[in-house]
């Protein structure tokens, strides 16, 4: 069995990429073959609205026509059996750059002669992995949690099955002194930070272990 995580924030070793890497650590406790990939990475465009992968009678339906840089991540994710993407949220949604590798991974695999009808080989296991800069609250009077449970509904509706993970409150800088941002609370934000994100931790490793079972 194979997963995939997809981490959306141009961090590689902050909030995000640490969750996944934990999602990934589960994952190959349980015996899965896993990896990270980081998504800024890769040279790609979102969806170009091109519908080759509606196109009838076409060799490619169901499958992203557009060839660039995430061509071949889009192929290996055909043969995976668990998908895990991350994002932290900007401006109440994903990262842009993940908001358009969701467009190209999902969007496909969407039929428009039943919608309830998935055009994936296979159903299989997806999470989405969020980290918030605002306290849980907020995130619900802001229109963030509105926003992570469509894309969950739209995963669900191309692979079969998703979950989502939130760290809310996380910290942004290593060192709050540096920047002007007095309405954060620097001190209060470490504690925290140092509190309770290793619990996040756990809970992604242990959400890896999930997606290894059959």
Known sequence: MKLI??????????????????????????????KLVHIYDLNFKGCISCFSCKLR?????????????????LEEIRDTDALVLGSPIYFMAETGELRSFMERATFPYISYVDFSKSLFPKPI???LVYTLNMPEANAG?????????????????????????????TVQFSDYQKYDVAVFDGEAKKKRHDEVFPKELEKCFELGKRMAIP
């Open 125 to 127: 296991k997806t999470a």
């Open 57 to 73: 009678g076409g060799n490619g339906l169901g499958m992203c026509g557009f060839k660039d840089g995430l061509t071949p991540l």
């Open 5 to 34: 995580a997809v981490n959306g924030s141009p961090r590689k070793n902050w909030n995000t990429a640490q969750l996944l890497e934990k999602v990934v650590e589960g994952a190959k406790s349980a015996g899965m073959d896993a």
């Open 141 to 169: 009077q802001a229109g963030a949690a509105n926003n992570m449970n469509c894309s969950k509904f739209f995963m669900e509706m191309a692979f079969g099955s998703c979950e989502i993970h939130t760290s809310y409150d």
